[in-house]
Every structure is written in structure tokens, then in C-alpha cells.
């Protein structure tokens, strides 16, 4: 009996030698890293910034993999069905807390089936509207709406997505009907706000900063709890007259459930360490990203209080699960 759980003794300690022994060894092949959106997208491009010196640093190609459509759970779901090994991770926004309650049925659960890594960056979204409406400040779009109630409409970047929900979250807090436009993406959104066949777009910074210097675009409001950096002198939708408006637009890093604690640590201090170099640091601020870290357990905490959250404002618009 003495020999036989000697024998099973030492083999669970080579089990778990040969264990560290990978874990300790990881990376030792390419990284592909799953972004659930179109290239050129905010995601995409915040993703592209951090894997880029993540590569240097790991001594192995991190190859981003975009996996557009469905508001992001196209890519979602490659990545909860992937091996748990480090290998297959996952640069989502925070439409990622948004979808359990905007589907009526995902092939995945948000909740149990990710593993935080942390979040990468915080990136308001900002209001913009063409200048040939003639509403040049956020009272004046509201009193507008007021007006015309069911008339205005706004633009999303896909039904369910965070974009969608910053606008309907600002039209409960500012007490108006309007109807959500959605589209593939931002760049489509923008596009039809610039001719003027959609009224106003909470987009991300990066695809409309061009746009607000050149004139094309007037920036009413950015949807954030702070001004945004790119934008110091646009006001938050609370400081124009809407509390209770504020949405958190940010990105991050996840892995499948189950990735070793160890793996998970490592690529949380390679983001942190990618994110204080100075060619981040540029590429974010002309993106109007600002840097913003969490350690993964609470980074996983913030995720679930998010999904409840979002819940909730989901339930107060009326909005319907998709299928």
C-alpha cells in the first residue's frame, strides 16, 4: 500500500513539475489574440498598439484575429470554446457586459466562461452630430427631441452593442424618444451621420477626431464620467445637463475560463508594461484612449457589476433580446 501511494505520489509531482515546467516556459509559440470587431475599429486599433510591443517583449508573435460581427459575440464565442493554454485571448469593449441582456441566447455565459486579464484602456465615446442640423449644444439636441418625440434617431454600432447602450442610457437620463440606427460598425455609423441621414452617434473618439478638428463634425458631448483628454474642452453629457448619463466606454484583455492563474498574471504585466512605454503612450492620446489598468481578480469583479448594471438599464429602456 506504502509503494502504491509512493508511486502515485511521485507521479502527481511530475505531473505537476512538468506543469510549471510549461506554464514557466509559455510563450512558446505565436499568441493569437481575438479582437471581435472589424479592423480600423477603436478595439482594433487599441488591440493592435498593445500586442505590437506585447511581441517584443514575449519573444513571439502576437497575431490579432478579427472576428467581426453579431455586436462582438461572433468573437466571443471563438474564444470561450478555445483551449484554456494562453495561447487564444481576447481584446473585447465593454459590449462585453452588454450582451447577456441584449441576446436572448449566446452560446457561451459572459459571466463563467472568461477569465479577466485587465482592462487596457478607458475611451469615452463623444457625441457627434453634423453641423447642417443646427444643434450646436447638447440642451439644444435635447429640446429638439423634446420637440419632435419619436422623430430624431441615432446611430449604434450594432444592436446591443456598448455604443447602443450609451445612447439609450443618455435618452432615459434626458427623458427623450429616439430611434437607434444600427450598423456594422462605426465607420458605416459615421459615415451616414456625416450626410446627415442620421442625427447623432455616440461614437468612440479615434474614427470622428479628424472629423471634430476639421469642422465635419460637432462634438456636443462625450458620454464618460470625465472629459476626455483628446477633448478637454467638450463637456460630459452630466456637465451639459443630463446626470445620470454617464456610460464607462473601455477595452480589455480576457482569457478562456480555466487559463492557469500563472499564464493569466504574466499577460496582465505585459499589458502593464506595454502600456508604459512611449509609442503607447502617443498612439493613445491621439486616439484620445486613456491607459487604465485593474489586477484580474478585479478586473472579473468590475465585469460582473457591469453585467448587472447594464442589466438594469436594458430592462428600464424596454429594449427586446435578439436572437
Known amino acids: ?140 439636441l435635447v429640446a429638439h427631441a423634446k420637440a419632435n418625440p419619436g422623430k430624431m434617431n441615432f446611430a449604434s454600432a450594432g444592436q446591443g452593442s456598448a455604443t447602443h447602450l450609451n445612447a439609450e442610457k443618455f435618452k432615459l437620463a434626458a427623458q427623450i424618444d429616439a430611434v437607434n440606427i444600427p450598423f456594422k460598425g462605426s465607420a458605416d455609423a459615421v459615415t451616414e451621420v456625416l450626410a446627415g441621414r442620421v442625427d447623432y452617434y455616440f461614437s468612440p473618439i479615434a474614427p470622428v477626431i479628424g472629423q471634430i478638428k476639421d469642422g465635419q463634425l460637432l462634438a456636443l458631448a462625450v458620454g464618460s464620467p470625465r472629459r476626455a483628454s483628446a477633448l478637454p474642452d467638450v463637456p460630459t453629457t452630466a456637465e451639459a445637463g443630463v446626470p445620470g448619463s454617464e456610460f464607462n466606454f473601455w477595452i480589455g484583455m480576457m482569457a478562456p475560463a480555466k487559463t492557469p492563474r500563472e499564464i493569466v498574471n504574466r499577460l496582465h504585466d505585459e499589458v502593464v508594461k506595454a502600456l508604459a512605454t512611449p509609442e503607447v503612450k502617443e498612439r493613445f492620446l491621439k486616439l484620445g484612449a486613456d491607459a487604465w489598468t485593474l489586477k484580474p481578480e478585479a478586473f472579473d469583479a468590475y465585469i460582473q457589476d457591469e453585467i448587472k448594471s447594464n442589466a438594469a438599464v436594458v430592462k428600464a429602456a424596454g429594449l427586446l433580446a435578439t436572437n
Not at 55 to 75: C, E, F, H, K, Y
Not at 92 to 105: D, E, G, Q, R
Not at 125 to 133: D, E, F, Q, R, W
Request: net charge positive.
Open 1 to 140: 500500500m506504502q509503494l502504491i501511494r509512493a508511486a502515485a505520489l511521485a507521479v502527481s509531482t511530475l505531473a505537476l513539475s512538468l506543469s510549471a515546467a510549461a506554464q514557466s516556459a509559455y510563450p512558446n509559440k505565436a499568441i493569437r489574440v481575438i479582437v471581435p470587431f472589424g479592423a480600423g475599429s477603436t478595439t482594433d486599433i487599441i488591440a493592435r498598439a498593445i500586442t505590437d510591443k506585447m511581441s517584443q517583449s514575449l519573444g513571439q508573435p502576437v497575431i490579432v484575429d478579427n472576428r467581426g460581427g453579431a455586436s462582438g459575440t461572433i468573437g466571443q464565442a471563438a474564444v470561450a470554446s478555445a483551449a484554456p493554454d494562453g495561447y487564444t485571448i481576447m481584446i473585447h469593449s465593454s459590449s462585453h457586459t452588454v450582451s447577456p441582456s441584449t441576446f436572448a441566447k449566446l452560446p457561451f455565459d459572459t459571466a463563467r466562461d472568461f477569465s479577466g486579464i485587465t482592462p487596457i484602456s478607458s475611451t469615452p465615446n463623444v457625441l457627434v452630430i453634423a453641423p447642417s442640423k443646427n444643434l450646436k449644444t447638447l440642451p439644444q
